[in-house]
């Protein structure tokens, strides 16, 4: 695995922590209706996209995920100012603000989605994987899904197809605790989701999604099998959110305390103790990173403020080809 160094560290804080205020002020304005519709926020999830970007292989490998898909992108390259502007429904949004919140997509920069069907994801990410192995890609797609997708009928179909056919593809269940607001425990007998892999001869584990290190160290492993050609890995990666399901979520199925506990853990807390121990950054340094966070947050906002909805008549546009549909000529205003 490429080594985890002082530039590693300042780097995770300073994305983790953007990725973490993206999210905090994607709720600020969904409160005051600039967002409408769902909004699934990753915080306390940040770990896993840290660990991930540092191992995958960004001019190749591809990403594909469920509805909580606002920093995945952003974290591939894809301009956060777009990726706010989509959310606001804007014309400079990454999808012309036809998208939102749940449908972020950059072919340029391999992310894949973006779904907001639960389980939508699973076949298509296997979908990805086989076309690179028909194609002698040598590329590898990270298939994320949550707890309660691997519920759904279409994960099991998919991981027999993908273990059949040695796709190079790695299923990363992000455990957080809660299918909406259904605990693990309530719907199903085994609580150690990983083992679902078990049943497919498919290699599969448990991970520490809260820290960054373990989550790369894991993905290398997987993602280097993939590659080589040795198939599919299927992981559970145990995190937390902080927030609710969605915006709409009052969380009354969770006390106050648990969150507490979790915080105690929390993947950009972790990572700054040691880059405090280290000493790999003094205060004021650290202070500045704050401050570019904020502001890189406030350009966003502003960016996405400041842009024109798109005309409604690009609705037609991507849905039907005029010259096979005569009778739009004339587009309803």
């Given at each position: 695995?490429?080594?985890?160094?002082?530039?590693?560290?300042?780097?995770?804080?300073?994305?983790?922590?953007?990725?973490?205020?993206?999210?905090?002020?994607?709720?600020?304005?969904?409160?005051?209706?600039?967002?409408?519709?769902?909004?699934?926020?990753y915080?306390?999830?940040?770990?896993?996209?840290?660990?991930?970007?540092?191992?995958?292989?960004?001019?190749?490998d591809?990403?594909?995920?469920?509805?909580?898909?606002?920093?995945?992108?952003?974290g591939?390259?894809?301009d956060?100012?777009?990726?706010m502007?989509?959310?606001?429904?804007?014309?400079?949004?990454?999808?012309?603000?036809?998208?939102?919140?749940?449908?972020?997509?950059?072919?340029?920069?391999?992310?894949?989605?973006?779904?907001g069907?639960?389980?939508?994801?699973?076949?298509?990410?296997?979908?990805?994987?086989?076309?690179?192995?028909?194609?002698?890609?040598?590329?590898?797609?990270?298939?994320?899904?949550?707890?309660?997708?691997?519920?759904?009928?279409?994960?099991?179909?998919?991981?027999?197809?993908?273990?059949?056919?040695?796709?190079?593809?790695v299923?990363c269940?992000e455990?957080?605790g809660?299918?909406?607001?259904?605990?693990?425990?309530?719907?199903?007998?085994?609580?150690?989701?990983?083992?679902?892999?078990?049943?497919?001869?498919?290699?599969?584990?448990?991970?520490?999604?809260?820290?960054?290190?373990?989550?790369?160290?894991?993905?290398?492993?997987?993602i280097?099998?993939?590659?080589?050609g040795?198939?599919?890995?299927?992981?559970?990666?145990?995190?937390?959110?902080?927030?609710?399901?969605s915006?709409?979520?009052?969380?009354?199925?969770?006390?106050?305390?648990?969150?507490?506990?979790?915080?105690?853990i929390d993947?950009?807390?972790?990572?700054?103790?040691?880059?405090?121990e280290?000493?790999?950054?003094?205060?004021?340094?650290?202070?500045?990173?704050?401050k570019?966070?904020?502001?890189?947050?406030?350009?966003?906002?502003?960016?996405?403020?400041?842009?024109?909805?798109?005309?409604?008549?690009?609705?037609?546009?991507?849905?039907?080809?005029?010259?096979?549909?005569?009778?739009?000529?004339?587009?309803p205003?």
């Amino acid at each position: 695995m490429k080594k985890v160094t002082k530039a590693t560290y300042l780097k995770w804080y300073e994305d983790m922590l953007f990725w973490r205020k993206f999210e905090d002020k994607l709720a600020q304005v969904y409160i005051q209706q600039k967002v409408r519709g769902f909004l699934h926020l990753y915080n306390g999830q940040e770990a896993i996209l840290a660990g991930a970007l540092h191992v995958m292989d960004r001019e190749k490998d591809k990403m594909i995920t469920a509805y909580r898909n606002h920093v995945q992108p952003i974290g591939l390259g894809v301009d956060p100012k777009r990726v706010m502007a989509e959310l606001y429904g804007k014309k400079t949004g990454t999808s012309s603000g036809l998208g939102g919140s749940m449908h972020i997509f950059s072919k340029e920069h391999n992310f894949y989605g973006g779904h907001g069907i639960v389980g939508g994801q699973i076949p298509l990410g296997a979908g990805l994987a086989f076309a690179d192995k028909y194609h002698k890609r040598e590329a590898v797609t990270l298939c994320f899904l949550g707890d309660g997708a691997a519920r759904q009928g279409s994960l099991h179909e998919t991981l027999n197809m993908a273990v059949n056919w040695n796709l190079p593809v790695v299923f990363c269940v992000e455990n957080n605790g809660y299918a909406m607001g259904t605990s693990v425990a309530r719907t199903s007998k085994s609580t150690d989701i990983w083992k679902i892999g078990n049943a497919y001869e498919m290699p599969c584990g448990p991970v520490d999604a809260m820290n960054p290190t373990k989550v790369a160290e894991s993905l290398d492993e997987a993602i280097k099998r993939a590659r080589k050609g040795d198939g599919p890995t299927f992981l559970e990666l145990k995190t937390y959110r902080y927030r609710g399901h969605s915006m709409s979520d009052a969380q009354k199925y969770r006390t106050k305390e648990e969150v507490a506990e979790y915080q105690k853990i929390d993947p950009i807390t972790q990572v700054l103790d040691i880059i405090k121990e280290k000493k790999y950054a003094s205060e004021d340094e650290i202070k500045e990173i704050n401050k570019r966070v904020k502001d890189k947050v406030s350009e966003c906002e502003k960016f996405a403020d400041e842009s024109d909805f798109p005309d409604k008549s690009i609705m037609y546009d991507v849905v039907y080809e005029q010259e096979d549909y005569p009778f739009l000529a004339h587009k309803p205003e």
